[in-house]
């Protein structure tokens, strides 16, 4: 298996490491040979780990190529979240304390922490503990003293040029043993014995993924299966753990409260729907894009831009074309270019928030299919037709200062999973089940008997009247019985099913 150091200039690594190769994050995302390499490890060590910077996404897009990225790029947003590390901070205070022993008054401290190792023995175990939490090659973790305690106020990447002279034996021996094999395992999970579920939602949403009767029979389908169901908002974060299963309602995004809700729901045990890797993977469509061509599933013609190449894309793509913001949703952040003056001050406009986006040929129809998948099976069918008038299946108009905009939506016929098309649903299947086990809906192009597949949604829309046309209640209670099978198989002695 091939080992890469990801760095933001070659320059900045001066360590020899056998069987190792340095490579500049930028060429591992824009040069053919890494996107077409097999079984690679790749440590990212980016100055910035910042959302949809060089850094993140060489980790996003290592996960799409099939290669193991460390950090992964969930590891990433924990590092980010200062609820997380305060979470951690909590966590591990019994083993903190007795590490760090009694601190002077406003005392801080600087842990550094390479490939799981600290260079003294006596934080040996609390080195290994955050990088099990965070595991990512290089880690600095600070520590500040306050009512006579030791908390972690916060932990992040150490750059490659900022590793001391005096540290950098040590870290060639630690990277040498961890490259040999040495596997750091993750921490257990809790396992709560009541089966109390969880429903986020955002009572405030314009355009939620269940409208209102849709949660009500929600909690109905759950009650009749002997589980407890409530709705949550983003306040209720705190009690989280009382619960024994997550199932978000609110339309999800990583810079979000929703995924700091499924990563520490997560954490603590509870079965989740959606669980964070598929809204880190499916919010990103530049990762799809990736995860699609390597898995020879048929897509759009696209373009993955950045600033080097933007000129390829009316050569390659033409005109019009689709340009799309990496983690855009409802039809936001997605524009279609007819002239070519246009283009560039479009794509200029998405490059300034994201290092990548993404370019796809116009592929006119006049609906979308929208397969719904729970654990790995098909269970609704839908045709989302175009807005009228309109390219995408939902319209906005402006609306003066201080009003909503307003939306109008395309009609949607709802069908039974046997009259699609066998080769839709496959498509669809193919999927999203590169993503995971959760409940996806997935969208899927159908021209001239070629299907094209567009997006996996990990937070499809089910509403009463839509969604459920065929299996009406039934529609609940197929995805409640998800999450009860998943609480009845963690009580299950190991090897057992």
Same mark, same amino acid.
């Given at each position: 298996?091939?080992? =890469?150091?990801?760095?933001?200039?070659?320059?900045?690594?001066?360590?020899?490491?056998?069987?190792?190769?340095?490579?500049?994050? &930028?060429?591992?995302?824009?040069?053919?040979?890494?996107?077409?390499?097999?079984?690679?490890?790749?440590?990212?060590?980016?100055?910035?780990?910042?959302?949809?910077?060089?850094?993140?996404?060489?980790?996003?897009?290592?996960?799409?190529?099939?290669?193991?990225?460390?950090?992964?790029?969930?590891?990433?947003?924990?590092?980010?979240?200062?609820?997380?590390? &305060?979470?951690?901070?909590?966590?591990?205070?019994?083993?903190?304390?007795?590490?760090?022993?009694?601190?002077? &008054?406003?005392?801080?401290?600087?842990?550094?922490?390479?490939?799981?190792?600290?260079?003294?023995?006596?934080?040996?175990?609390?080195?290994?503990?955050?990088?099990r939490l965070f595991p990512a090659p290089l880690l600095r973790a600070q520590f500040a003293a306050s009512s006579g305690k030791w908390h972690l106020q916060s932990i992040g990447p150490i750059e490659a040029n900022e590793i001391p002279e005096e540290h950098k034996p040590f870290v060639v021996e630690s990277a040498q043993a961890y490259f040999a094999g040495k596997i750091y395992s993750s921490s257990k999970q809790k396992v709560e014995p009541r089966y109390d579920l969880a429903i986020l939602y955002d009572p405030a949403a314009k355009q939620a993924p269940s409208n209102k009767k849709a949660l009500q029979k929600f909690i109905k389908a759950a009650e009749s299966l002997g589980m407890n169901a409530e709705l949550i908002t983003k306040e209720d974060y705190s009690s989280l753990a009382e619960f024994d299963a997550l199932f978000i309602r609110e339309t999800t995004a990583v810079n979000h409260h929703t995924y700091r809700f499924a990563r520490r729901a997560q954490a603590e045990?509870?079965?989740?729907?959606?669980?964070?890797?598929?809204?880190?993977?499916?919010?990103?469509?530049?990762?799809?894009?990736?995860?699609?061509?390597?898995?020879?599933?048929?897509?759009?013609?696209?373009?993955?831009?950045?600033?080097?190449?933007?000129?390829?894309?009316?050569?390659?793509?033409?005109?019009?074309?689709?340009?799309?913001?990496?983690?855009?949703?409802?039809?936001?952040?997605?524009?279609?270019?007819?002239?070519?003056?246009?283009?560039?001050?479009?794509?200029?406009?998405?490059?300034?928030?994201?290092?990548?986006?993404?370019?796809?040929?116009?592929?006119?129809?006049?609906?979308?299919?929208?397969?719904?998948?729970?654990?790995?099976?098909?269970?609704?069918?839908?045709?989302?037709?175009?807005?009228?008038?309109?390219?995408?299946?939902?319209?906005?108009?402006?609306?003066?200062?201080?009003?909503?905009?307003?939306? &109008?939506?395309?009609?949607?016929?709802?069908?039974?999973?046997?009259?699609?098309?066998?080769?839709?649903?496959?498509?669809? =299947?193919?999927?999203?089940?590169?993503?995971?086990?959760?409940?996806?809906?997935?969208?899927?192009?159908?021209?001239?008997?070629?299907?094209? =597949?567009?997006?996996?949604?990990?937070?499809?829309?089910?509403?009463?009247?839509?969604?459920?046309?065929?299996?009406?209640?039934?529609?609940? =209670?197929?995805?409640?019985?998800?999450?009860?099978?998943?609480?009845?198989?963690?009580?299950?002695?190991?090897?057992?099913?």
């Amino acid at each position: 298996m091939q080992t =890469l150091i990801l760095v933001s200039n070659e320059n900045d690594w001066h360590l020899h490491i056998p069987n190792v190769q340095v490579v500049s994050a &930028r060429s591992y995302l824009t040069d053919p040979i890494y996107s077409k390499m097999r079984n690679a490890k790749v440590f990212n060590l980016c100055r910035s780990y910042r959302y949809q910077s060089i850094g993140y996404y060489a980790s996003l897009l290592a996960a799409a190529r099939g290669h193991r990225p460390v950090p992964s790029a969930n590891t990433i947003q924990d590092m980010k979240s200062q609820t997380m590390v &305060r979470f951690v901070s909590e966590d591990l205070d019994e083993l903190i304390q007795s590490n760090l022993g009694a601190p002077a &008054r406003a005392d801080k401290f600087t842990l550094s922490i390479y490939f799981g190792q600290n260079m003294a023995k006596q934080y040996e175990r609390l080195s290994l503990e955050l990088y099990r939490l965070f595991p990512a090659p290089l880690l600095r973790a600070q520590f500040a003293a306050s009512s006579g305690k030791w908390h972690l106020q916060s932990i992040g990447p150490i750059e490659a040029n900022e590793i001391p002279e005096e540290h950098k034996p040590f870290v060639v021996e630690s990277a040498q043993a961890y490259f040999a094999g040495k596997i750091y395992s993750s921490s257990k999970q809790k396992v709560e014995p009541r089966y109390d579920l969880a429903i986020l939602y955002d009572p405030a949403a314009k355009q939620a993924p269940s409208n209102k009767k849709a949660l009500q029979k929600f909690i109905k389908a759950a009650e009749s299966l002997g589980m407890n169901a409530e709705l949550i908002t983003k306040e209720d974060y705190s009690s989280l753990a009382e619960f024994d299963a997550l199932f978000i309602r609110e339309t999800t995004a990583v810079n979000h409260h929703t995924y700091r809700f499924a990563r520490r729901a997560q954490a603590e045990g509870l079965v989740v729907i959606d669980d964070p890797e598929s809204i880190l993977k499916c919010t990103n469509k530049v990762y799809m894009a990736e995860l699609l061509e390597r898995h020879g599933i048929t897509a759009p013609k696209t373009v993955i831009v950045h600033r080097d190449n933007i000129d390829t894309i009316i050569p390659t793509l033409g005109l019009p074309c689709i340009l799309k913001q990496p983690d855009s949703s409802f039809s936001q952040g997605v524009v279609k270019v007819e002239e070519e003056r246009d283009l560039y001050v479009q794509v200029e406009a998405l490059l300034d928030k994201s290092e990548l986006i993404l370019a796809q040929e116009f592929v006119s129809t006049p609906f979308d299919w929208r397969i719904g998948i729970i654990d790995q099976k098909p269970f609704f069918a839908c045709k989302y037709y175009m807005a009228r008038a309109h390219w995408q299946i939902v319209k906005r108009f402006s609306r003066p200062a201080g009003q909503d905009i307003f939306v &109008r939506y395309g009609k949607i016929e709802t069908l039974p999973i046997e009259l699609v098309p066998k080769k839709v649903v496959r498509t669809a =299947l193919k999927a999203a089940n590169l993503i995971g086990n959760g409940l996806y809906g997935v969208d899927v192009k159908e021209v001239n008997r070629k299907c094209y =597949l567009i997006e996996v949604n990990e937070n499809p829309n089910i509403d009463v009247g839509v969604e459920d046309g065929m299996l009406k209640d039934d529609l609940y =209670l197929r995805i409640m019985e998800v999450f009860l099978r998943r609480l009845e198989a963690k009580k299950l002695p190991k090897g057992e099913s």
